[in-house]
């Protein structure tokens, strides 16, 4: 039985450290935990959030006003002679990426050092050197919270773009299972590669700071996001404890005692300045959750 919480501090529970007390909280283990959370969120008249690592998102200063759900632990397996794996939703997708590699299942491993879960890393298309997981996912299974159906969807029902799919901005699919592609590979060689890319990764981004890591999507591969905030003037900006850090100029770091109001004010700054300067709207990669769920923070609107 799923154990329901009141007024928990949802900085506890994401990796940038920022956001309120949620009205209500809980951890689900398993689909049976999460459909319990659910029900008694449509039984209580709450609206809900659910998500896995939290290493991709900030909650608002006043929290929200439902009930949030995070998805935790899980299990994978080998399915199709060993040719794909299948994955819960909140299993941890470093873990996932090297356990698989010590058995000589590879092809993921571009996704090894990235923080956060499975199911986020689903619902944002995650990765990195111009791979991501619409190029390895081959299916879900996805519940439907409308209708309560659970249903198993290919990769064409996420709508998948460029660090985006139709799940991202909406409470109304949530991500159960996810099956990936995988190849035979030596261990040897997968755990090398992964471990080089870390290193890589630890030279050039703020890996083990509090963030969500790339905050803002890269408008093209000519012109990263980091260029044009840097040609911008607003390399190492902040607001309070809500900085763009010195080693990369699109990472927005939490340095201690951010909030979400500062992030807000410091996304905007960003944008204007790059707009006036190059004519280009930056969208966040990183999802702000306000009180009553996900916002797409615009400056045009903000």
Not at 178 to 194: K, S
């Amino acid at each position: 039985m799923i154990t329901i919480l009141q007024d928990v501090r949802l900085a506890d529970y994401c990796r940038f450290h920022i956001g309120g007390a949620a009205d209500h909280f809980a951890v689900a283990s398993g689909d049976a935990e999460l459909l319990e959370a659910l029900m008694y969120a449509r039984d209580s008249g709450l609206r809900h959030f659910v998500y896995a690592g939290g290493s991709n998102l900030f909650f608002a200063d006043a929290g929200f006003r439902g009930l949030v759900i995070k998805l935790e632990d899980g299990c994978w397996r080998l399915a199709g002679g060993g040719r794909e794996v299948l994955v819960s939703a909140g299993y941890e997708l470093g873990a996932l990426v090297r356990e698989l590699g010590e058995q000589g299942h590879g092809g993921l491993e571009f996704l090894a050092n990235i923080p956060g879960s499975v199911g986020g890393a689903v619902v944002g298309n995650a990765g990195c050197y111009g791979r991501c997981v619409a190029d390895v996912l081959t299916g879900a299974r996805v519940l439907d919270t409308e209708s309560d159906a659970v249903d198993s969807v290919g990769v064409d029902f996420l709508e998948y773009d460029y660090r985006h799919s139709k799940l991202k901005g909406s409470a109304r699919y949530v991500v159960l299972e996810a099956t990936f592609a995988v190849t035979d590979r030596v261990p040897a060689e997968i755990a090398a590669e992964v471990e080089q890319e870390l290193e890589l990764r630890r030279g050039k981004h703020p890996h083990d700071a509090w963030c969500g890591g790339s905050y803002f999507k890269n408008p093209s591969r000519e012109r990263p996001a980091w260029r044009l905030i840097t040609d911008a003037g607003m390399a190492g900006a902040r607001v309070g404890d809500a900085a763009l850090s010195e080693r990369h100029a699109n990472f927005l770091v939490n340095e201690g005692s951010a909030t979400a109001a500062q992030v807000i004010e410091l996304t905007y700054a960003i944008q204007r300045a790059v707009h006036d300067t190059h004519r280009v709207h930056l969208t966040p990669e990183v999802r702000y959750v306000g009180p009553e769920g996900v916002v797409e923070l615009d400056c045009r609107r903000g």
